[in-house]
């Protein structure tokens, strides 16, 4: 698939970002991401090639203007629907009891 | 089903999101609560490029570990414990006075997790990613590295099997140090191609033997 995440030789994309002091993560969204693909891996719940499928079918704009984790969170959502551990409706559900609760 | 007195503006929606999908997963059983903070522990604590450092300082050290190290560097790489995700396939490409290698992972963000860690954020951004490739140079500039004409640069485009570890030049100075006084002058960023370690001084040389 030759989608916007082939970016090897694209012009254009600007000067590397580099900060010598990042920290692995950059705040809690971010391990909770990390740390859900990387159980989706550890406990075979999805293979790695759906989980880059899973990135590489992002919107493109979106893809290309969001950080990595973002990325790692869309397919964390796809992930999930797809293989049948939850439905959009249970998220959508939970993310309200959430809210209210916030 | 919509509610008739639904919030007109929805709370944060990726982070309540991401919040609401760990959480259903750990409800149901399907992740263990126990194995999330594991794992969180283990990437941001334990696993990282001294990992990387302790192969590169070795393979200076020892001229018999750097020959099978280049040879195979899974099996090599393998016997040291450092195994795990991502760390399936790994190969080492040497860094010579005419030679500069440069580690890319253009289609995503491939990267040896057991050996130096997670990936920073240039690494797997579109902008190192596209350039790389294309004009190693200017990468490298931007890094503050500067490469001789006449030093070839071998960029390897990593992939969903292979991953790639670059051995740098072992820095003047150094020759009287240990394996980890070694160890410790090994970078991250010297490891994936994008920096070049400094000359030892002979009062830090001194200091150290």
Known sequence: ??????????HGLGPIKIDPKEPVFKSDWERQVF??????????L??????RHAVEIMDPAEYLSTSYYVHWYHAMETLAINNGLLTKAEIDAKVEQLAQGA | MQDADEKTVPPSPPTLRIKAIQSLLIEKGILD?????????VFEHRLGPKNGAAVIARAWSDPDFKTRLLDDATTTIHEMGFTGMEGAHLHVAENTPVVHNLVVCTLCSCYPWPVLGLPPSWFKAPQYR????????????EFGVDIADDVEIRVWDSNAEIRYIVLPQRPA???????????????????????????VSEASTGESA
């Open chain 1, 35 to 44: 740390s859900t693909i990387g159980l989706y891996f550890a406990g075979g």
């Open chain 2, 33 to 41: 609560p126990a194995a999330v903070d594991e794992i969180i522990d």
């Open chain 2, 130 to 141: 596209s350039r790389a490739v294309i004009d190693p140079l200017s990468v490298l500039t």
């Open chain 2, 173 to 199: 100075g150094t020759e009287n140090m240990s394996e980890s006084e070694l160890a410790s002058l090994v970078t991250r960023d010297s490891m994936i191609g994008t920096a070049l370690l400094a000359p």
């Open chain 1, 46 to 51: 999805c293979p790695i090639d759906e989980f």
């Open chain 1, 1 to 10: 698939m030759n989608g916007i995440h082939d970016v090897g030789g694209m």
